[in-house]
């Protein structure tokens, strides 16, 4: 596998006597966008935790870069800072050297114009987009996405997929995790968790296939 590239091998976890992961594998090549999906409970939050380095699994590996992009389905935002105070703030953490590349996130996904709003005052959708322009504003090789486009209208969810194409076309290597596989011809990859493990998904597009229907 390339460079960047994520790949989690034979990964266990239990919580006391209930196992949810029992030996999940999973690679995201480099300039890849893969899909996967699992119904509410499958462990898809647990699996997400031990790829970025939050949770540690009893037993297999998880191979990653040291600059990893994850946007969490539930906000990591505080209410009472403006846009523009979270994003220096994590200019800061990843020590950029300047918000170019947020602030063209912030275009992209339409809600540059909130930059002087506290959040506390945006909407559902609009906290989502400042949620996963952070984590993107530090270019990283690999992005974790979980639910990113929850709560986007139609618009924002067309551009969100320009975004996720244009990533892996720069080599980016993109894994979009949800409950339902939405549009699986924009994947190039589509795998389901369930019983613990990651399986293909029967339907997916073939890598050649998916470029084609874009």
């Known amino acids: ?39 509410n409970g499958a462990g898809k939050s647990t699996l997400l935790r031990i790829i970025c380095g939050q949770l540690t699994p009893d037993a297999g590996a998880v191979r990653r870069p040291n600059r990893l992009g994850y946007c969490p389905q539930h906000v990591v ?16 953490a990843y020590a950029l050297p300047h918000l ?15 930059r002087g709003e506290r959040v506390g005052v945006l909407s559902g959708g609009t906290r989502q987009k400042v949620n996963l322009v952070l984590a993107l504003m530090h270019d990283p090789p690999v992005l974790v996405l979980d639910e990113p486009y929850q ?22 290597s993109v894994l979009v995790v949800s409950h339902m596989a939405y549009d699986m011809d924009r994947f190039d990859e589509v795998a389901e968790l369930r ?20």
């Open 77 to 92: 935002l505080d209410e009472t800072l403006t846009v523009d105070q979270h994003l220096r703030f994590f200019q800061v």
């Open 1 to 39: 596998m390339g460079r960047g590239a994520l790949v989690v091998e034979d990964v266990w976890k239990s919580y006391r006597r209930r196992r949810i992961l029992c030996g999940a594998s999973l690679q995201v090549p480099t300039g890849t966008l893969v899909g996967v999906v699992g119904e």
């Open 151 to 172: 709560g986007f209208d139609w618009q924002t969810y067309l551009r969100f997929w320009e975004l996720a194409g244009k990533l892996r076309g720069r080599g980016r």
């Open 100 to 114: 170019r590349r947020a602030r063209e996130l912030l275009e992209v996904l339409g809600c540059a114009e909130y």
């Open 195 to 214: 019983d613990g493990t990651v399986r293909p998904l029967r339907g997916a597009a073939a890598p050649a296939e998916a470029a084609r229907a874009r």
